[in-house]
């Protein structure tokens, strides 16, 4: 018998391309491109769904992409999406195509080596993850601090009505009025709301070494103003009627006004409006606490109380007792509308007019919340992806295990064991990144939470839970694979 030797080393590789290589490689690559164009449809198909939610959330009126109608559009999209299949497809096929026909046939398929690559995605998406998860719970904490944060004044119940020219002048009649309504506490009356609406006017002082001018915020207030907000006076007295000069030359002013006077006697000492001569000045007669005019992205500033019936009001207070508003709202819309017949009946709440001041960062909360679910979405994706290529890569491992009497825990837990040493590398390095990330946003309040290490670990254990229930379903399942169907090509 003549036997026929090959010429080629055990070692020596075949060409890498032959026809049979190009038919799978086109088939791995078409199969990617047809699943990128599937994608396409449905983020078209989510679009349309989604786009109202996403208008809700950032306050925008956005309309659905329309690409059928712009052609260029349509091109430019298409094209990259083929792009993407493409260059999602290439290593895939290349790989795919690269095993030895015998050794697969024989079950021999095996992937030799660790992947870096594969793990190094799965600690990106859960350090992501914890970072999303962390950002999440900080923003809900500032969230609830600043809505039930003491601010130096009241606003719940506070009733904000506009004022008209005519209902300036017969002020004292409708607040007398108003006062015969059981569900009112008290009424007065102010040039501008607090939180978001103030004036800044030029404001003479006679200081230790002359007359000296700065421009703090003030208001115009009536008399019971302070009583009814709840400020607190420090030094000196508020606003009486007993006290005539009260109209148009005593002023009061807060903490931070006083402590940029720097004078040694706040109180009592001559002040007023810079078009005041500074021989008819006016004095200060009271200095408050201070409190957050502003919200509480601001500083407390300086700023300054004035009383002057020749100045109109533009907002009456009300400050109203708990219970059923809408016949108080009818009785105030009636006597406005005796004043003025074709004024509009205007009139807001005060809480939540304070709460309009953190639109953007409830809005910035519901992002970070969706941004959330969707990182822990992908995240377990993909590890869920990695624990059952790892599965497949060791289930003769498994099976062998099993024969030689390993119990389903021991097996279940060597696979749990690597696949959650990368999450928690991702906690690790994700930690510091998400608490500097967080630390520069709460920088933009001045009064502000101070970030935990509970909230990292809180949020350490969710995505520790979280892979646990994703590696545990597919290792379990493996663990539990009969072992003789594993081992019959052995």
Not at 67 to 86: D, K, Q, R, Y
Not at 305 to 317: E, Q, V
Request: proline share 3%; glycine share 6%.
């Amino acid at each position: 018998m003549v036997r026929i030797r090959s010429n080629l080393g055990p070692h020596v590789r075949r060409p890498p391309f032959s026809s049979r290589h190009l038919q799978l490689f086109s088939q791995f690559v078409f199969e990617s491109v047809l699943l990128a164009l599937v994608a396409l449809a449905l983020a078209a198909l989510l679009d349309l769904l989604f786009i109202p939610l996403l208008n809700n959330l950032i306050g925008r009126k956005l309309s659905a992409i329309s690409i059928f109608s712009h052609p260029l559009e349509l091109v430019s999209v298409v094209a990259i999406t083929l792009f993407l299949g493409l260059l999602t497809g290439v290593y895939p096929s290349f790989y795919m195509t690269s095993f030895n026909l015998a050794r697969v046939m024989k079950g021999g398929s095996k992937v030799e080596g660790k992947s870096l690559f594969r793990s190094g995605l799965v600690v990106v998406q859960f350090g992501l993850a914890l970072a999303m998860i962390v950002s999440t719970l900080i923003v809900l904490q500032q969230l609830y601090f600043m809505k039930n944060r003491d601010i130096g004044f009241k606003k719940d119940q506070m009733m904000l009505i506009g004022m008209n020219k005519e209902a300036n002048q017969k002020f004292e009649t409708v607040k007398q009025e108003l006062l015969r309504n059981k569900l009112v506490q008290v009424v007065t009356a102010s040039g501008q709301r607090l939180g978001n609406n103030f004036h800044q006017w030029g404001f003479k002082v006679k200081g230790d070494t002359g007359v000296f001018e700065i421009t703090p915020s003030n208001v115009n207030v009536d008399y019971d103003y302070l009583t009814v907000y709840g400020i607190q006076v420090k030094e000196g007295r508020n606003f009486s009627k007993d006290f005539a000069t009260d109209n148009g030359r005593a002023f009061i002013i807060n903490e931070s006004f006083a402590k940029e006077l720097a004078l040694k006697e706040t109180v009592g000492t001559p002040a007023g409006h810079s078009w005041y001569k500074n021989d008819s000045l006016g004095s200060i007669i009271g200095v408050v606490k201070d409190f957050n005019f502003e919200d509480l992205h601001m500083p407390v500033a300086p700023y300054g109380f004035f009383l002057d019936s020749n100045i109109h009001y533009n907002y009456a207070i009300v400050h109203t007792r708990q219970g059923n508003l809408n016949p108080l709202l009818k009785l105030l819309e009636a006597s406005l509308n005796k004043l003025d017949p074709g004024e509009p009946f205007d009139y807001s709440f005060m809480d939540e007019d304070f709460q309009r001041n953190y639109l953007s960062d409830k809005r910035l909360s519901s992002l970070v919340n969706y941004f959330t679910a969707i990182a822990i979405i992908i995240s377990c994706m993909g590890l869920f992806g990695l624990v059952t290529f790892s599965t497949e890569q060791r289930r003769k491992e498994i099976s062998v295990r099993k024969v030689l009497g390993a119990s389903v825990n021991g097996l279940v837990a060597l696979l749990v064991k690597d696949l959650l040493k990368l999450v928690i590398i991702a906690v690790v390095f994700a930690s510091p990144v998400a608490w500097f990330a967080m630390d520069k946003w709460l920088q933009g309040f001045i009064s502000r939470v101070h970030i935990s290490w509970s909230v990292f670990i809180f949020s350490a254990a969710i995505v520790v839970v979280i892979a646990c229930l994703t590696i545990s379903f597919q290792a379990l399942r493996a663990a539990l694979a009969s072992p003789v169907k594993n081992l019959k090509n052995e």
